[in-house]
Each structure stands twice: as C-alpha cells, then as structure tokens.
C-alpha cells in the first residue's frame, strides 16, 4: 500500500515537468496542445495541463513568465510598463470566431517576445510590438490578421483602408529595423 502511495507521488512529480521545450515526456513528441491554464498567485509562473497529439497522454508543465525589461512609448508619447496580458487580449479578441487555438496563439506571443528581445533598445514604440503580432499572426489567419491589421493601422475610412491595403504584406518582412528606416524616410518626405 506504502509503495502503491509512494510510486503515485513519483509519477505526479514526473508530470510536473519543467521543460524549455513542451515536448511529451512519454513519446517526445513536440506537438502538445493546452487544454487548461492557470497563473500562479504571484503572476510569476504558469501551470499548464498539456495532451499530446501523437499519443494522447496528458501532463502538466509550469512555466515561469518571461520578464522582458521594456517599457513602450505610445503614439501620445507616454511611457508605460510592457505588458504581455494586453498582447494576449488584444490577440484573443482579433481571433474571436477564428479557427485558432489557444496553443497557436501562445505561440505567436513567444515569436512576438523572441523578436522583441532582439530589440535592443530600452523604450520601444508601442507600433513595433503590434507589427511584430501582425508579422505573426499574418502566417496563422488572414482574417484575423485583418481584423488586427484594422485596429492598428486606426483607418479612418474604407477608402483609407483601401489606399493602404497593398501595405499589409509588409508585415511578412516587419522588424525594428526596416520600421526606423521607413519613418525616417516618412519624416524626411514631411519636412
Ligand atoms: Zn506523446
């Protein structure tokens, strides 16, 4: 009974994996989809129940949210705090009625903050963050990306829109460096 209780223990601590990558620690697999997340107290970690797709065996990973030493600048000029959960709304939001899981969307988030920590300033436009989730989101769902596409570019029209739309497929190519290119060129062009 003793070794029964033990070995259940020793499974249990088994699933709480902590891996880099959210493979299945039962066949390797690399394809897991989430089906339950929850945020410890402290915000500091992420407790998700993972299946994989291949054997569909289930386990849990905890993984500790990445803190990215950013501060954005808003087109007003104000300064504020980086903040992953306004990506996350404003991704879910853009995907609402979408076939998109949520497993796609953690995805795009860990590319938009993989591209950001190659950023090597401190204070970033807060226009940088929303090209690099359209870059992103563009490869998951073109409809989705649109409805993104139309909250960040503020239209002020249909025909604004239209004028414009050719400049979507820019977001394929978006980085930091090609957008202070372009405004230079912008502000060059405005004075
Ligand atoms: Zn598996």
Do not use: W
Not at 70 to 91: D, P, R, T
Not at 148 to 166: L, P, Q, T
């Amino acid at each position: 009974m003793y070794s029964i209780a033990l070995l259940r223990n020793f499974q249990f601590l088994s699933f709480l994996y902590i891996m880099k990558k959210m493979e299945c620690p039962y066949c390797n697999c690399e394809e897991t989809k989430v089906i339950d997340s929850r945020e410890s107290k402290d915000k500091a970690s992420i407790k998700r129940r993972r299946e994989c797709i291949k054997c569909s065996k289930r386990f849990s990973t905890i993984e500790k949210v990445l803190k990215l030493d950013l501060e954005v600048q808003k087109a007003s000029g104000e300064i504020q705090v980086f903040n992953l959960q306004k990506i996350k709304k404003s991704l879910l939001k853009a995907c609402e009625k979408r076939p998109i899981t949520l497993e796609q969307i953690e995805k795009i988030i860990e590319s938009v903050l993989f591209d950001l920590k190659k950023v090597e300033e401190h204070v970033i436009p807060t226009v940088i963050v929303g090209g690099f989730v359209l870059k992103h989101l563009k490869h998951v769902d073109e409809i989705a990306f649109l409805k993104y596409a139309i909250v960040y570019n503020n239209y002020e029209s249909m025909k604004d829109f239209m004028k414009e739309i050719g400049k979507l497929n820019d977001f394929d190519e978006f980085s930091y460096d090609k957008f202070k290119k372009s405004t230079v060129k912008e502000e060059t062009l405005n004075s």
